[in-house]
């Protein structure tokens, strides 16, 4: 089924906090937002993925906070949030306080974590993907409950952003739980994983419908692009590193957002 009031294209860019001074992520996520990009994202981990591995790097919360007072109209969130680095009742009044900052601008993009060097060396255990999976189940769960009974509540139904696309255990999460859901996949994998995804939300009762469909455009082209959006793909997200952050790509897509919405 399709909603019955079209989704609108979006575009997110991911500002990764690496190889960069703070104030240059600073600038970066004001260029962003009046560009008129739809959502800020940055990443939750605690060294650089690419480059020198010991470059420079800062941690995701404190800038969502510090953007959702620099920022107006722009949604923010993490892309995604470690759900092995917090207690899940925290996360909750994190996401929580961050909405309040924002006026109702935050999206809790989550997952189950998989970078094993943030947990060596800041002494979380690592586990198994099987083990950290129900771990975000039920903090999901946690956080919801949270939201519930905290006091002031959120300003809104904060949208709840999953990635991951593991077919026994994250796809049926993600029908119990997302807003939005995230992937890498190109168009032959996400047609089948949006039926996969269709299954667990028929089980839970859910309709695919609700869930928005997100994924990432780096290395895409355009013909690759208009496949994704056949299938019902309406966020596109775009990454962007330090210590330039070159706005370039991110400029042709909003391009394409526009043609796409016109």
Not at 126 to 134: A, D, Y
Not at 171 to 181: E, G, K, Y
Request: aromatic share 10%; hydrophobic share 40%; proline share 5%.
């Amino acid at each position: 089924m399709t909603p019955t009031t079209p989704r609108p294209v979006r575009l997110g860019v991911q500002i990764a906090p690496q190889h960069a001074t703070y104030s240059k992520i600073r600038d970066t996520v004001a260029a962003v937002e009046g560009l008129g990009a739809d959502v800020a994202f940055n990443w939750d981990h605690f060294f650089p993925l690419s480059g020198d591995r010991d470059g420079l790097h800062f941690e995701s919360w404190t800038i969502l906070a510090a953007w959702a007072e620099q920022t107006s109209t722009i949604e923010i969130g993490a892309l995604v949030n470690c759900n092995s680095y917090r207690n899940a009742d925290l996360q909750a009044d994190m996401a929580r306080t961050i909405d309040h900052i924002s006026g109702g601008r935050f999206l809790f993009g989550t997952g189950a974590g998989w970078f094993e060097r943030d947990y060596d060396e800041y002494g979380y255990e690592f586990g198994t993907p099987g083990t950290r999976l129900n771990a975000l189940d039920d903090s999901l769960n946690r956080v919801e409950a949270r939201w519930a009974k905290i006091n002031p509540p959120p300003t809104r139904k904060i949208p709840v952003l999953i990635g991951g696309g593991g077919e026994k255990k994250t796809l049926r999460i993600v029908a119990q739980h997302a807003d939005i859901w995230h992937s890498f996949a190109d168009p032959t994998v996400l047609e089948h994983k949006l039926g996969v995804l269709g299954e667990w939300c028929e089980k839970v009762g859910r309709d695919l419908s609700e869930i928005e469909i997100s994924t990432e455009l780096r290395g895409r082209t355009v013909a690759q692009a208009e496949e994704l959006y056949e299938l019902g793909a309406r966020l596109f997200t775009i990454g962007v590193s330090g210590p330039d952050y070159d706005l370039a790509h991110a400029v042709d897509w909003l391009a394409w957002r526009d043609s796409k919405n016109a």
